[in-house]
Structure formats: structure tokens, C-alpha cells
């Protein structure tokens, strides 16, 4: 008999715990983040400003992988937030052509989302993590290299250089030359993405494609040129929501729009520094940032 009392008692203790458990839950948001310190720093500011702004408990699942593990993870709701990129949304998981125009991008994965995941985008950061091309201070400066298209009569004495993936894009490196009507001199050198920031900072090449908020732009100090001829296809970030947990907590709409243009390109580069070269803490570069918007209480 007392074997009998002892295992209801355990039973309703455990039902008690699993309903408090799901109680708690509905208080929790998780965010996640792909695998790379642009991603992960993003991510950790979505957080602070819940934890900050709400009662909300916030689940980190930064540094979860790639753009698949990611879309995949916030469908299946295992996360309600991430951030994500508009021409990664439009390309790559709503399988749709490039639109060149920022707007008209936004536009489009926005209704999809929210019609075809149940997901909706908030409004964009500011800065554009897209391909761009660059090249040496010195050879901007010796060259007047501003615009992509002051590379029209100079190229073919300059040397061009990229990582592998560029030269089999659509929006890679003959579309590039195609759109702006140049040519380099010789043939391109192609190598890995960890070694051309090394070869151009050697001097071994004088342009190279690079993602516009690289670190590596601020450690190598290099001349991003401006795509005057929107050849790149738009890459604005902005956090994305499950619709069922903004119906949930509506109060985080307000919380993640507070980023809303407040980064810029140069600003995103300065963050990815402070991180991958002078391997500053995430958290910490996170909160600094958000402290000198005033985002903070």
C-alpha cells in the first residue's frame, strides 16, 4: 500500500513538474544564429534587447551551422528567431531569381514567408552583407577607384584575384566583368577564401571579391568599390520570427525593429574586427555596441 501512495505521489509530482515546464516554456524564446561571428553577434544583440526590454527568458542556440540547419530549425519552431539575409531568402529558400532591386527583394521574401513558413521579417538592420569588389588603398588611390566603374580603362593592368566559389556564380566574376564591360590582366587567380585576403595584403593581386563587411576589409585596408551598376544582388539583414511566437509575445515586434538602419556597413565591419581579428568576447562587442545606441537601459 505504501508502495502504491509512494508511486502516485512520484506521478503527480512529475505531472506537476511537466506542466510547470511547459508553463515556463511559453516564457522562453530561443534564437539562433548560423556559424559565423556576423551571424552569432546578431544573434546575441536579438537577445540582450529581450532580456532587456521583456520579461522574456531568452534560449541561445548561436553558432548552430549553416543557412539549411537554421531555416530548418526556426520551421520546426526548435527556434522562434534567427537573423537572415534577403538574397539568402529569395535564392536559396524560396529558390527564386536575383532581383537586384533592396526594396523590391524585401518585398517579395517578406510576403512568402509569412504565406509560405508562417514567418515574418522584421525590418533590416541597415548594412548589406553582399558580394563586393575591392582592391589595395594603394591602387585606389593611384587609380581614382571609387565606383566599380572607374575600373573601365584601368583594369587591364591590374591583377584579379578570388575564392573558388566566385568564378561558378551567376553573380560572380565573368557576370562582373560582363556587366561592367572589363578585363583584367591574365587570368584571374583562383584560390581559397582564406588566402586571398593574405595574397592581396602581399600584394600578390590588386582586386578581389569580398563579402562588404568582411574583417578583413578593415585589417587589410582595403577600397571597397561601390556597385554603381547593382551587378550584386541585395544582402540585407533582419531578424526573422515564427508568426506563432509573435502572436505569442506581440511585445517582441517593437524589441527587434529597435536595430532597425541602426548598423551600417562600416559598423558591421568594425563588429566582425573586433571579433575575428582582435578575438574580442561576442557577448561583450555585443553589449558595447548596443550600449552606444542608447538601446540599453
Partial sequence: MKKKILALALSAITILSLALTGCGSKDTVAIGSKDFSENIVLGEMLAQLIENK??????????????????????KGDIDIYAEYTGTGLVAELKMDVISDPDE??????????????????????????YATAVTREVAD????????????????????????FFNREDGFE?????Y???????????????????????DMDVTDVYATDAEIKKYDLQVLE?????FPPYYAAPIIRNETL???PELEDVL??????ISDEEMTDLNYQINVEQKDVAQVATDFLTSKGLLD
Fill in 54 to 75: 521583456t520579461d522574456l527568458k531568452v534560449e541561445r542556440k548561436l553558432n548552430m551551422g549553416g543557412t539549411f540547419i537554421n531555416f530548418e530549425a526556426i520551421k
Fill in 105 to 130: 527583394t524585401y518585398k517579395v521574401v517578406s510576403e512568402e514567408f509569412d504565406k509560405q513558413f508562417d514567418i515574418k521579417w522584421m525590418k533590416p538592420f541597415g548594412f548589406n552583407n553582399t
Fill in 142 to 165: 593611384q587609380y581614382g577607384l571609387v565606383k566599380s566603374s572607374d575600373l573601365v580603362g584601368v583594369s587591364e593592368n591590374l591583377v584579379y584575384g578570388g575564392e573558388n566559389d
Fill in 175 to 179: 557576370g562582373f566583368c560582363e556587366k
Fill in 181 to 203: 564591360g572589363i578585363s583584367f590582366k591574365g587570368d584571374p587567380k583562383m584560390m581559397n577564401v582564406s588566402l586571398k585576403y593574405q595574397a592581396i595584403g602581399n600584394g
Fill in 227 to 231: 556597385d554603381d551598376l547593382n551587378f
Fill in 247 to 249: 502572436k505569442n509575445h
Fill in 257 to 262: 525593429n529597435l536595430l532597425s538602419g541602426q
